[in-house]
Antibody
Framework: EVQLVESGGDLVQPGRSLRLSCAASGFIFDDFAMYWVRQAPGKGLEWVSGISWNSGSIGYADSIKGRFTISRDNAKNSLYLQMNSLRPEDTALYYC??????????????WGQGTLVTVSA | QSVLTQPPSASETPGQRVTISCSGSSSNIGSNFVTWFQQLPGTAPKLLIYRNNERPSGIPDRFSGSRSGTSASLAISGLRSEDEADYYCAVWDDSLRGWVFGGGTKLTVL
């Protein structure tokens, strides 16, 4: 059974940094692209970033480009999101999601339960 | 403002059929497969439809998807109270080189 467990969410001040992690199990992690998707309180889903199986192809939403960095460690079955220069509008529940193929154009089929990031003074 | 346009809400009575639309452009729906997710209150999204009209195992055939040109639709027949949820369309956008979501449609089963 696929399991995705996010961690690292916290209350942080604007301008500060935070690193999210996603621990994956139940599948061959380095066969699949991985994603981060966020949901602001009471709002819809927003794709944040995706990374291919070997980190060779990476994509970011325009709203976070230049501030967030996605990475993965296939030896540790883990996905990360380094979030810098955080803004109040980054406040959201951040979900980790598993792709259905090796590259970030493939749709995602499994989601974690999310980790909450709150950016406020 | 989402790249994909969905109606913010939809409602229908139990047993009836409801359709939720998702409108995009040639760079997304017009050239890539559409995916649909269901998000029940307080839970993570769940894959409902992939590749425009395919259902993962465990998803009842009451749920169906279609695509025509730059628009897609999700149909739910035989509505049940447990179908009350938010529904999102999603698709890869060739111009943005990323995934885009619709704004979501809140379905109420009256």
């Amino acid at each position: 059974e696929v399991q995705l467990v996010e961690s690292g969410g916290d209350l942080v001040q604007p301008g500060r940094s935070l690193r999210l992690s996603c621990a994956a199990s139940g599948f061959i992690f380095d066969d699949f692209a991985m994603y981060w998707v966020r949901q602001a309180p009471g709002k819809g889903l927003e794709w944040v970033s995706g990374i291919s199986w070997n980190s060779g192809s990476i994509g970011y939403a325009d709203s976070i480009k230049g501030r967030f960095t996605i990475s993965r460690d296939n030896a540790k079955n883990s996905l990360y999101l380094q979030m810098n220069s955080l803004r109040p509008e980054d406040t959201a529940l951040y979900y980790c999601a598993k792709g259905t193929g090796s590259y970030i154009k493939y749709y995602f089929d499994s989601w974690g339960q999310g980790t909450l990031v709150t950016v406020s003074a | 403002q989402s790249v994909l346009t969905q109606p913010p809400s939809a409602s229908e009575t139990p047993g009836q059929r409801v359709t939720i639309s998702c409108s995009g452009s040639s760079s997304n729906i017009g050239s890539n497969f559409v995916t649909w997710f269901q998000q029940l209150p307080g839970t993570a999204p769940k894959l409902l439809i992939y590749r425009n009209n395919e259902r993962p195992s465990g998803i009842p055939d009451r749920f169906s998807g279609s695509r025509s040109g730059t628009s897609a639709s999700l149909a739910i027949s035989g509505l049940r109270s447990e179908d009350e949820a938010d529904y999102y369309c999603a698709v890869w956008d060739d111009s943005l080189r990323g995934w885009v979501f619709g704004g979501g449609t809140k379905l109420t089963v009256l």
